[in-house]
């Protein structure tokens, strides 16, 4: 039967329909994902992202299609996980931005939506590619564009949209010349046409009844939560089980903390507690299942923000910055968390793993872990927040070349409005990324202006040179990081790159030889890169690495004098890459 309307019933039990489908081939999607970076999570990031939405609008089947996919729009962004899974957010923005204020559809209403979708999904990216989801998505909308123009039916138009997205897909491997070599499609616009699949599914055998959904024409209210400064952390999560009893769960919360909040059924329960013990929080509540969506917000942090008094311009980065903690303190730098996992056990970055606890359980789990860029939802809610208590903001992250956590800071810049936001790529990362945030701060407290503290940012990422030596490179390999014929080339020759960050990427920049005394090797290499008449400073981060590091930082000290230089440890996120016993040293000319 031909069908002449979308209302919002039909959108949402569409999208849970495509979302299964997605989920059903997340394994398949990380096998054949090999562009932007062969790390193997697309099918992961993705399945998070929808798995997020189908969350947020499980009992939000509202008749309004308007009110339906701003539902949709808002949980993709509080979810969106890898490139992928943040162009498809940003597609479900657009789309519930196009639809205007109707609360239903025609064929053609819906076919300019998704022209408007495609646009926004475009717009997010700063260097959109071809052979990619965006293709797909570009070549969906345009069919349905032209379907419509002859036939008032969205189920044939749906179907013809359908088969040109397929055709878009096979199209790839012509686009991209990697995915070409590798004898692969892109992964995310696989996603994107098995998601048009389980729609066209649904709609072709309507396997999801009216019994399965309840209509709902009023928001929940929200619990309004009053945070407690005796401990640090808001941390929040979802339980999904069978038979979660919750007043032993609570029983065993109350060693941990207080205001404790736990709502929802006995196979899903919505977990607050504050907490100065996010990781046991976490541990306890797999006891009792699945645990998904982890968040811990700084409370002091936010607290500090809001009451007491600091400069106006707030200073942001993401957990791939290392810096030791009362620096971070005393210059007021925000921290936004990576993700990384092993496995199903998900962990918060620095807060919920801390640089010891990554090392035993890289050294006892025989899965490899993976990280996941904070998502455009993770960035919008710290922006949003700041936005009460700030002038403006400058969000210095990780290279766009080797991670999305800079895309997703650019979408989050643009929905906060009023609030002037310069996201920067340091092109540099761990201790490097640390000085360049040092220099933001200290140009902050000397009371520099907004546009005086970017110029300083832009000058400092510029000036400031970062050298990397791993002890072994198969993290970074496994990461997708290093290519396998650096390893094969690296091994044949038994030799020792160095590498450094570019405008393109990781780039090597040195080598040592041999085996025997690897960190003595790379100490020597990096101090002849000390400038002899520049006023500089001096960062480096190791990889259990304690004891070499600590020496060779007392020693640069007593030359160079105790302020000039930095050390820390590297954090577990890039503890993925870097694995044990590597050395990171950073240069900034000042």
């Not at 949980?75 to 479900?92: E, H, K, P, V």
């Not at 717009?123 to 959109?128: G, Y």
């Not at 032209?146 to 969205?154: A, G």
């Not at 791993?470 to 038994?494: E, H, M, Q, T, Y």
């Amino acid at each position: 039967m031909p069908i002449n309307y979308i209302n919002g019933i039909r959108l949402h039990r569409s999208v849970t329909a495509g979302l299964h489908r997605v989920v059903s081939r997340q394994e398949y999607l990380n096998k054949i994902n090999v562009f932007p970076v062969p790390d193997g999570d697309t099918g992961t990031n993705m399945a998070y992202t929808l798995t997020t939405i189908e969350e947020g609008i499980r009992d939000k089947a509202y008749k309004d299609i308007k009110r339906m996919s701003m539902a949709i729009a808002d949980s993709a962004l509080d979810g969106a996980r890898g490139n992928s899974g943040a162009i498809l957010a940003q597609f479900f923005v657009g789309f519930a931005d196009g639809i205007k204020e109707k609360v239903s559809l025609t064929a053609k209403e819906f076919a300019q939506a998704a022209l408007h979708a495609k646009d926004y999904a475009y717009d997010a990216l700063t260097h959109p590619r071809e052979g990619t989801i965006l293709s797909v998505i570009k070549a969906w909308a345009e069919s349905l564009l032209e379907s419509c123009n002859n036939s008032n039916d969205i189920f044939s138009m749906l179907s013809k949209g359908l088969d040109d997205a397929q055709i878009s897909l096979e199209n790839t491997p012509k686009q991209l010349d990697v995915l070409a070599k590798a004898g692969v499609l892109d992964a995310g616009a696989q996603g994107f046409v098995d998601m048009l699949e389980g729609i066209n599914e649904y709609i072709t055998s309507g396997k999801i009844t009216e019994s399965d959904l309840e209509v709902i024409e009023q928001e929940d209210e929200s619990i309004d939560v009053i945070t407690n400064e005796k401990y640090r952390y808001c941390t929040e999560c979802i339980i999904l089980g069978e038979e979660i009893h919750r007043r032993r769960l609570q029983e065993k919360l109350m060693d941990f903390g207080d205001s404790i909040v736990l709502a929802g059924t006995k196979k899903k329960v919505k977990v607050h507690i504050h907490s100065d013990l996010p990781r046991e929080v976490f541990s306890v509540c797999s006891e009792y299942g699945t645990i998904t969506g982890e968040k811990t917000d700084d409370m002091i942090k936010q607290q500090s923000d809001a009451h007491k008094k600091h400069f106006p311009m707030a200073i942001i980065v993401d957990s791939g910055c290392d810096l030791p903690e009362e620096i971070l303190e005393a210059l007021n730098i925000h921290v936004i968390p990576v993700r990384l996992n092993f496995g199903d056990v998900h962990y918060v970055d620095k807060v919920s793993l801390t640089s010891e606890e990554f090392w035993k359980e890289l050294e006892n789990n025989p899965i490899h872990p993976k990280t996941s860029q904070p998502s455009p939802g993770d960035f919008r809610r710290q922006y949003q927040f700041l936005s009460s208590h700030y002038d403006s903001a400058i969000s210095i992250h990780i290279p766009k070349k080797l991670s999305g956590t800079f895309q997703s800071a650019v979408t989050a810049s643009k929905t906060v409005a009023n609030f002037p936001i310069d996201v920067k790529d340091c092109i540099n990362g761990s201790v490097g990324m640390g000085l360049i945030a040092m220099s933001a701060a200290e140009a902050v407290q000397d009371g520099k202006n907004y546009d005086e503290v970017c110029k300083i940012v832009d000058k400092s990422i510029k000036n400031t040179k970062i050298y990397i030596s791993f002890n072994k490179l198969n993290n970074a390999v496994k990461g997708g990081r290093i290519s396998p014929s650096l390893k094969k080339i690296a091994k044949f020759f038994r030799i020792n790159p160095i590498i450094t960050f570019n405008e393109e990427g990781i780039k090597p920049i040195g080598i040592t030889f041999g085996e025997d005394n690897k960190a003595d090797k790379f100490k020597r290499f990096v101090e002849s890169k000390i400038p002899k008449n520049n006023n500089f400073r001096i960062g480096i981060a190791h990889t259990k690495m304690e004891a070499f590091a600590s020496k060779w930082a007392k020693d640069l000290q007593k030359k160079y004098g105790k302020g000039n230089i930095i050390l820390t440890d590297v954090g577990p996120a890039l503890g993925v890459h870097s694995g044990p016993g590597s050395l990171i040293f950073a240069i900034q000319i000042l």
